[in-house]
């Protein structure tokens, strides 16, 4: 019955959405006031009914009703309450669902905050944010219907894949969709912007918190994804440059390109034309990745089942979504006024280079992601493109980017000073070189990449840092003087710091992982010991242990540094009673400069197993530094002059100083 | 500083971004580009020592051993035409199975074995790589419903 009713909520939903798309956007153009004021409680009501469907999907997990065909394939009454919970969205209809559920969440919250926007720009917006709703409900009822009945319903279910079994991932997807559907919001806020004809600093204000949102939920749900990767798939590596993973890398970078544009439009007015495109975009590449996901287009340890009705659907939403929303631009966007002028050295311009690499990266990434899917189409052979393609071609163009972001934020609005800004950056210059000195020198005549990739996040690091120093006088003013400063720094300027340290961060964890991993295969047994780096590895014993719902064989290192005790790692290779697949669970035990990292693979039966184990440098890092940047997100989200309600203290068009 | 001026400078920037960025890509493309080899297409045209290449078929049954050192594993990669050894040093995937499908990375050492880099894990009892599902119909072995086409259902 429970089932019924989320069916049936998903159709009200959709009468709702269906409303929600035409009414108001029709009231906006003919100024009929009822009509426009009817997208807030559609926008609501769209979301409760999507949610109400949603947790009766959530409802037959949990009571494990297997007469759903999703709740037969993918769960097991066995299975651990939070898995039967996250299995909801483990699987394609689910997830689909908690897409549309996203989607509507959105625009409810701009229906129910967005009472200072202007009334058009408002009903405008919700009926675009809508028509996407109406899209995607539509595929998910005709393609992917996840209250589909199976009659008789079976006894016991399949059980959610094992190696999504796992606390990290079960919040992987939530949060990841919250960060590429949300860009949605970007889109919708653009498109409504290029019907109405304007674009100016409060346009810019009412999207960023928006696409600020979705960023820092998506920067989470990526790096959630990486670490999962990394001590889940047993292979020492957290990045694969898989066409899943670039499906939600590529919205990462537009949308980080689109945080950067809209402060230029917030602020001084200019990019306004290109702020739009890029707002288009950014949700286009959020579409991709949908596409790319459940077409069944690529394969991918992360693809769904493969259905080409579904691929057909979704890629007539991407044409149409992109089509029409380009067509608009093409034909709104030269009317629209220009903005202020500046000079070739500038913030402004500093910003707009930014955006230019950005999009050069995701271009570069692009082509890398479907040109397998090309070769395929024209039958020209089976090709596969993998991380070196990545090492050639990405990280050449991200290194100037890179340099580039310690730079721009010292240089002023409208006219910078170039001078000025390396000189305040002499400091940083100095413990770059100094950095690129070491990093060669350990790794001698093997790597130049991973020299230019310490200096120039040492160079970042410290370029952040000189910045913040400079903002608030450090050392420069009287003491008390820079602390009051420290105070009224806006928070936006300490959401900039801390991502920017926060990238720096990542991208000295990321260099040294990638450059001086260290591996080591050997076959042991109980009493052996092998050496690695500075640690020396001891197999105790190997014993079986029992879980809810597996069996494992669970070994025992005793590690020792110098003949020191150091630490216990206990590796497990799972086999779970219902899918017979073993999975691997790494032992990882971190400390501040790398991971110990150990795996146990099959035995030989005659009381010999074989072991990984690597030594991973600065890994922990790349968390760290994730974890600044979704933290600089939601200090930036916090900024006063964002906060929703919150009166316009100052004039939008005048250039803050910040 | 005109607007055009600004204009111009911006468009320079672009294309020559643009440029580079192409050359890079191709120039990766033809360093980088791993093609994809059945046991056959091996048979008829061996690639060149040291390229990197990714071959697909059945491991062939009894044919996977240990080497001495216990961490080394020696196996052969059939389309049911022709086999071909690999070589590989590393922990195979958790679902490595004799008779079943599989794709290797790797490349021919100078003495013409194939060592691989890589064997791929599959992450479902039923999925046969589909290159692997094309070389066996392009080697006229395939028999419908031997083994089962689709990816997994797995994480987003």
């Known amino acids: 019955m429970i089932v019924e009713i989320g069916h049936f909520a998903l159709v009200l939903a959709l009468v709702l959405a269906v409303a929600q798309a035409t009414l108001p956007l029709i009231g906006a153009q003919r100024g009929i006031r009822p009509w426009m004021a009817l997208a807030k409680p559609a926008a609501i009501g769209q979301f409760c009914f999507l949610a109400l469907s949603f947790a009766a999907l959530v409802h037959a997990f949990v009571v494990s009703d297997f007469s759903v065909a999703v709740v037969y394939m993918h769960s097991h009454s066995a299975t651990p309450l939070i898995y039967k919970i996250a299995a909801a969205w483990g699987q394609h209809e689910g997830s689909l669902l908690l897409w549309v559920v996203i989607l509507a969440f959105f625009g409810a919250l701009v229906a129910i905050f967005g009472d200072n926007l202007p009334p058009r720009l408002k009903a405008r917006t919700l009926s675009v944010q809508a028509m996407i709703g109406v899209a995607f409900i539509l595929f998910t009822l005709f393609t992917s219907n996840p209250f589909a009945r199976l009659s008789p319903a079976p006894f016991e279910g399949e059980e959610l894949n094992p190696l999504l079994q796992d606390p990290g991932l079960a919040f992987h997807p939530p949060m990841l969709y919250i960060g590429y559907v949300g860009f949605s919001m970007a889109f919708s806020f653009a498109v409504a912007a290029l019907i109405e004809g304007k674009v100016d600093a409060a346009w810019a204000r009412w999207v960023r918190p928006w696409t600020l949102l979705s ?144 999009g050069t990266l995701t271009f570069t990434v692009l082509l890398g992601t ?159 010991s092998m050496t690695i780096g500075s640690f020396s590895y001891r197999l105790e014993s190997v014993s079986g242990v029992r879980g809810p719902n597996y069996i494992a064989e669970q070994a025992h290192f005793a590690v020792s540094k110098d003949g020191v005790p150091y630490t216990d790692l206990y590796p497990e290779r799972r086999q779970y009673m219902v899918q017979p697949m073993p999975t691997t669970e790494a032992a990882i035990e971190s400390h501040i400069f790398g991971d110990l990292y150990a795996v146990i693979g099959e035995g030989d039966g005659k009381g010999a197993w074989t072991v990984r184990i690597y030594e991973e440098p600065l890994v922990p890092w790349i968390w760290t530094g994730s974890i600044l940047m979704v933290l600089g997100g939601i200090v930036s989200i916090s900024d006063r002059r964002y906060r929703v309600g919150a009166p316009n203290r100052q004039p939008a068009a005048l250039p803050a100083k910040a | ?151 997994d259902g797995s994480e987003p």
């Open chain 1, 215 to 358: 960023w820092t939920c998506l920067t989470g749900g990526i790096a959630l994804g990486a670490r999962w990767a990394y001590y889940e798939l047993g292979w020492g590596g957290w990045w694969f440059w898989d066409p899943v993973e670039n499906a939600s890398f590529m919205p990462w970078l537009m949308g980080t390109a689109l945080l950067h544009s809209a402060i230029v439009v917030e602020k001084r007015d200019a990019l306004k034309a290109w702020t739009l495109l890029l707002s288009i975009l950014t949700f286009g590449f959020s579409l991709l990745g949908t596409f790319l996901v459940r077409s069944g287009v690529i394969t991918s340890v992360h693809a769904f089942a493969q259905d080409p009705a579904r691929g057909v659907f979704i890629l007539g939403i991407l044409v149409l979504a992109l089509g029409g929303a380009l067509a608009l631009f093409a034909w709104r966007a030269p009317t629209l006024k220009a903005g202020g002028m500046f000079a070739p050295v500038s913030r402004e311009s500093a910003l707009m280079l930014n955006n230019l690499l950005i």
């Open chain 1, 370 to 528: 479907l040109l397998p899917l090309l070769f395929d189409v024209m039958d020209s052979g089976d090709v596969s493109v993998g991380p070196p393609y990545y090492k050639w071609t990405f990280i050449p163009i991200s290194l100037p980017l890179i340099a580039l972001a310690a730079i721009g934020p010292l240089l002023g609005w409208k006219r910078g000073n170039i001078r000025q800004a390396m000189r305040s950056l002499w400091g940083a210059g100095a413990l770059a070189a100094a950095g690129f000195v070491i990093a060669l020198w350990i790794d001698w005549g093997r790597e130049m990449l991973a020299g230019f990739g310490i200096a120039l996040g040492l160079w970042l690091l410290i370029g952040t840092l000189v910045e913040w120093a400079e903002r608030v006088r450090l050392f420069r003013a009287p003491p008390l003087e820079s602390w009051r400063r420290i105070r009224h720094l806006p928070r936006a300027a300490y959401g900039m710091s801390l991502a920017h340290a926060g990238l720096a961060i990542a991208i000295i964890g990321i260099t040294a992982s990638s450059a001086w991993k260290m591996e080591e295969i050997r076959q042991m047994r109980p009493g052996e």
């Open chain 2, 1 to 151: 500083m005109k607007r055009k001026t600004l204009r111009l400078y911006l468009l320079v920037i672009s294309l020559a971004l643009l440029g580079i960025a192409t050359a890079l890509v191709l120039n990766a493309f033809n360093r980088e580009l791993v093609f994809f080899f059945s046991p056959s297409d091996i048979a008829a045209e061996r690639p060149a020592a040291g390229r990197m290449i990714r071959l697909g078929g059945l491991v062939e049954v009894d044919s996977l051993s240990k080497l001495e050192d216990g961490a080394t594993v020696s196996f052969r990669v059939t389309d049911l035409s022709s086999s071909l050894d690999v070589a590989f040093r590393g922990v195979l995937p958790d679902l490595f199975r004799e008779g079943q499908g599989v794709v290797v990375q790797g490349a021919f050492n100078e003495s013409g074995r194939f060592v691989a880099t890589e064997v791929l894990a599959k992450h479902d009892e039923n999925y046969l790589p589909p290159e692997v599902a094309k070389a066996l119909k392009a080697s006229g072995r395939w028999q419908e419903g031997a083994a089962t086409m689709g990816t």
